[in-house]
């Protein structure tokens, strides 16, 4: 029963070590934590894990070796060194964004409509497929695939009007899927 009188008078006094050393340390504690970190909330983080350290450590308090709040000031200055020092250590953490996972499957999309519209092109007549390979693969204009292919401006709008339709017509086809022959 002594024992447990003893451990009660302990965690008393331990809880109003913690209380006096806030009440005369913490405002300069939380002052030195913001300008360390920048931020008000991870200020406060630091001063209570200053504050559990002093707890657990009640005898580095009071060995004689420099002032109370000279050591806790220290103690919130290697917290925010650690916290820094951990930050750099691990590698930067990105977010997993609907970007992301969009950025991911539009490309697999892509791989799979080049492919579509490969097969489409390789459906159109060779001239219908100079013209849009011109105007559309290789971003010439109409004067610039007219000269490249030899033919009239005219011509190249009328073909690409033509192979257009065409390739739409091909993409409206239903897909038959290719049977393993019996």
Known sequence: MAGLRGDRRREVADEALVRSLFHEHGRAMLAYASQLTRDRAAAEDVVQEALVRAWRHPDSLVNGKGSVRGWLLTVVRNIVTDQVRARRARPT????????????????????NSMVVMDALNQLSTEHREVLEQ???????????????????????????????????????????????S
């Open 93 to 112: 953490e990105v977010p997993e964004s609907p970007t992301d996972v969009a950025i991911q499957r539009d490309h697999a999309d892509q791989v799979v």
């Open 135 to 181: 105007v559309y693969l290789l971003g010439s204009t109409v004067a610039e695939a007219a000269k490249a292919l030899n033919i009239p401006p005219g011509t190249v709008k009328s073909r690409s009007y033509y192979a257009l339709r065409a390739l739409r017509d091909i993409a409206k086809r239903p897909v038959e899927a290719e049977r393993p022959a």
